[in-house]
């Protein structure tokens, strides 16, 4: 457990919280992530503007970075294309096929008591645990 | 209004990913790996997200509605059918995959990290497959279980 960060895992979880209940609050809508983007296709008129604003804040929240030093991170290289992408378009057809991923089933799904979002975070888990094991312990890829 | 919230919350979502570092894909695939070298932070992040949105949607859902506009859009599906069960299971495999999920994978595209950018690749060419996956009524949200 040597790379185990609770305090920034804690700043960070809460700002994360407070996304999701300011855009609740304000706006009356879930922040999950993969909904927002699933959304956008086809656009639809009045829905269409936030869902692209929102991801484009979710992708420029990243440059905190520059700002805060006490982040360290170091980009990982030479992780196999092909898994990546694999990765990604099962990550995309999963979270359409069961509506939300780990932001809109695994925090606002159960802060709503939904036991859709429950079912669906326990599957996750464990069928994320089950292909990490197969990555990193008999394809060893790290 | 509206699109400036959804803009700032976009921003603090992604600043929140930042700073747990959860857009280091290896730290996700760490806390999955629990044979190998075990980082539970990701299970601090989302117990922090959650206690903070629990105590806060218990406020708001007890209003009649939003601040900013006339109604609240929830989830109405109460069912847990096929869908929901294999979708999760497929979204759980491809966690593991890379160690990217969404939120993550959008934020470190700001930072220019390639490997978000392949698996975004791979996120949007599952829009076109999903049409055909529909088609063959693969889990159709009927068959409850």
Known sequence: MQNFTPISALIGGSLIGLSTVL???????????????????????????WRLLFLLGLITGSLIYYFLPQIHFTPRTHYPIFLL???GFLVGLGTKLSGGCTSGHGICGIARMSSRSFTATIIFIIFGLI???????????? | MYNVVAFICGLIFGSGLTISNMINANKIQNFLDVTGNWDPSLLFVMFSALIV????????????????????????????????????????????????????????????ILDAVYFMIGMIASLFVFPIVSFLKIGSSGNKI
């Open chain 1, 23 to 49: 855009l609740l609050w304000l706006n009356g809508r879930i922040a999950g992530i993969s909904g927002i983007f699933h959304g956008l296709f086809p656009p639809r008129k009045n829905d269409f503007i």
């Open chain 2, 53 to 112: 949105t629990w105590v806060g949607y218990k406020f708001i859902l007890k209003k009649q509605h939003p601040q900013l506009t006339e109604k609240f859009f929830l989830p109405t599906k109460k069912s847990i059918d096929k869908k929901l069960v294999l979708g999760s299971a497929l979204f759980g495999i491809g966690w593991g995959l890379a160690g990217y999920c969404p939120g993550p994978a959008f934020s470190a595209l700001g930072l220019g």
């Open chain 1, 85 to 87: 992408i694999l990765s």
């Open chain 1, 131 to 142: 292909s990490v094991y197969f990555v990193r312990h008999i394809l060893g890829v790290l």
